[in-house]
């Protein structure tokens, strides 16, 4: 059977934004994503290299999170980002921040 009344956009806007803010089928999205999360090397020191020094042993490590969104049904938006984590607003993404990528850079040293 086809629709054929006529609504306004105002009329259409109004009843999906009753009820918990908007939340229909209408404004829900599927998340699924694949991506690289986390990337970590780590390289430990030649015991020749620190030898003489009072240090016994000494490593070097990189790590990267967020590192590569591969494949997302949401376009343009991290599924995983997040307009507020203290209110009922989780979920929403309405113009957060993306979530950032982080790079760190470790020395270990072993006395």
């Not at 009843?15 to 803010?21: M, R």
């Not at 694949?34 to 990337?39: A, G, K, L, Q």
């Not at 969104?69 to 984590?85: F, K, L, N, Q, W």
């Amino acid at each position: 059977m086809t629709n054929t009344a006529r609504v306004s956009p105002q009329q259409y806007w109004a009843a999906l934004g009753t009820g918990n803010t908007g939340i229909t089928e209408a404004n829900l999205f599927d998340a699924s994503n694949i991506r690289v999360r986390n990337i970590q090397l780590a390289y430990l020191l030649p015991k020749s290299f620190i030898q003489g020094s009072p240090i016994q042993r000494a490593s070097l490590a990189f790590s990267c999170n967020n590192v590569w969104m591969i494949s997302s049904h949401m376009r343009g938006v991290d599924p995983e980002s997040s307009y507020a984590t203290g209110s009922l607003a989780t979920g929403f993404e309405s113009g957060s921040a993306p979530t950032t990528r982080t790079y760190t850079i470790t020395l270990n040293l072993g006395f």
